[in-house]
């Protein structure tokens, strides 16, 4: 039934395609992450200038098809003198589309710091850029990472579109190996198995931070209704 | 951007129909399906739970392009011949179901549990307590979510392409390949794309404004 003499035999397309996949998607997910973290930062900084082109590009990514912006670039890119490799074409597309919903991602975790809490930090003669490093960042660092984690795996998932423009990624040849040998499970399943395998690391990944930063949490600061916990 | 819109809307119209019945009909079947599926993950017992957990994770773990040429190429070789767009619904339909799911069985467990045993004290069913008790308010609580995953299935909707259909994607490859302007018409096809999701999140505000009086509070 299941052949896995035929997986050991194409085992260099499965690789390389893994290979492919994973350079892609960590470029990609480092540009989203990256450039997200500029747009939250451009739209909280000055919300009047940049506010509403921010917002604009949050809804252009939420609203539209990752296939959509990979069609631009490659194919629409070069009328306007864009020449991309399919390859780099793809870690723009993903990277761009990304950071949208980690514009979103960012500001979501600045927004639910209490306002409270820097207003006392002000009161107490705390520093701005104090306030920032060691009030705002480290809560919001422990609010981002299960959404965050959640948009990884995401964009690991959507990679699989860049197939479609030639990239020789896990999808690809997978379909080439189906081509060839005109067996549809075990090429198919084998690639799940391996897509699932990342984003298993990346789920087990975001869990570990989020459980280190709780616990770097320092032992003074006690949260709303986590009173009775801290002191028992 | 403007000129292919205006020069090949019968086309673009035809598409965006297609892509619409397609989303729609999987986001409508996933409602049963997904509710359905809840119930099993929530079930009390073990041999129910653990296969809706499987289909669960299988579906929401892997790429939805590979599940849909999976499907696609796996049905004809069991000797089920199907056409394209039937092959598309399916995919569609199997992949938000787990979406849904999820979506409907955290609803679930927003639904104080006093009002189930209530229930079950006033001596109703157990099956009427889910219908006429739970699912009213599950839906309410999850219009949000439900929101997103129809906008998600919508955009995933334009790989749909890659099987032939000729949807929203598919007909913007064929305008782009005619009139040699790929830029001009992904645009377009991106302002479309862009305008249906905006509609829909502004009727799902709506629906949501109008819906938050009576709803069940802890």
Redesign the interface.
Known sequence: MFDLALLWETRELILQGLWNTVWICFLGCLVAVSLGLVLAALRLSSPRLFGYPVACYV??C????????L??LY??????GLLLDAEIAGVTGIGLYGAGYFAEIYRGGFKSIPKGQLEAARMLGISPWHALTRIQIPQMLRLIVPPGTNQLIILV?????I??ISVDDL?KN??TI?NQTFN??EP??A??LL??MI??LIARGGYALEKRLANRQPRHVVRQGESAHAHG | MLEILLNHYPVLIKGLTTTLVVSLSAIALGLVFGMLLAFGLTSRYRWVRWPCGLYRS?WR??????QL??VY??LP?IGIEVAPITAAILTLTLNTTAFQSEIFRSGIAHIPTGQIEAARMAGISAWQTRRRIVMPQVFRLTLPPLTNEI?TIL??S??I??IAVTEL?RV??QI?SRTF???????A??VL??AV??LLARISAHLERRMTGGLATE
Do not use: D
Request: proline share 5%.
């Open positions: 809804e252009l939420r609203g539209t098809p990752l296939l959509v912006l069609f631009l194919y629409g890119g070069p009328s306007i998932k959507e990679s699989a579109l197939s479609i999808t997978a379909t189906v549809v499970i198919y399943l690639v799940a897509y699932w984003i298993e | 299988f773990g892997t790429p939805i392009l590979l040429l999976l190429y796996l070789e906008i955009k995933n334009s790989l392409s890659v994607m913007s490859e782009a302007q790929p830029l001009e018409t992904y645009l096809a991106a794309y862009l999701n905006l």
